[in-house]
């Protein structure tokens, strides 16, 4: 498409877990150390991602593998888990599927991320604009947001572009409450 522009989502950080902590006594956030819990007997493997309280450093053990035959894991995925691999473990810090089988709390707010960005500007020549969205992982981040940081322009503005159809695209009916998602196409007319 004409006049596309790539604007490629990338955390800086991990989102936390909201767990009640058994030293502070109430609500926690607990975040990722990027370590993994092996337990290994001869049949079975277990894996875990180590989480800890912010605030006293009281983990919290999230399952990624319960009961694997030892016979049947991914040798390349072991080692990962052996050392510890970053990649590996933001990734699972990420993922929406185990968070939801270990029935995790999570939370985006202290959320901070950077924008690459095709660069273009507002009073640019051209009147029909696309932006296409690309977020390597899942972000409970409002669209709404992400535009008007990196338009420039207020969120009230945005929303009133919304509202008169200025900023479109599929699954956006209402500006102020869609949420960004992985190929989001939007369409900006000046
Ligand atoms: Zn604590």
């Not at 290994?40 to 309280?53: G, K, S």
């Not at 992982?137 to 409002?142: F, G, M, N, Q, T």
């Not at 009133?160 to 409450?177: A, L, P, S, W």
């Amino acid at each position: 498409m004409q006049n596309t522009y790539i604007w490629r989502l990338i955390p800086s950080n991990q989102p936390v877990v909201i767990r009640s902590c058994p030293k502070c006594g109430n609500h926690s956030e607990y975040e990722s150390t990027g370590n993994f819990r092996i337990n290994a007997n001869q049949n079975n493997i277990d894996v875990w991602l180590i989480y800890q309280c912010c605030k006293c450093k009281s983990t919290w053990n999230m399952e990624i593998l319960s009961r694997i035959k030892s016979k049947s894991i991914n040798k390349e995925l072991y080692n990962k888990f052996l050392k510890n691999d970053q990649e590996l473990a933001r990734f699972y810090a990420f993922d929406l599927v185990t968070h939801s089988r270990n029935k995790s709390n999570l939370s985006y707010e202290n959320i901070t991320f950077e924008i690459l960005a095709d660069r273009f500007t507002l009073s640019h020549q051209q009147e029909n604009i696309w932006i296409e969205l690309i977020c390597d992982y899942p972000l409970d981040i409002r669209l709404d947001k992400i535009l008007s940081k990196q338009l420039g322009i207020s969120r009230e503005l945005i929303k009133k572009m919304g509202n008169n159809g200025q900023i479109n695209g599929i699954g956006i009916r209402d500006i102020t409450k869609v949420k960004v998602n992985n190929g989001m196409l939007i369409n900006i007319l000046l």
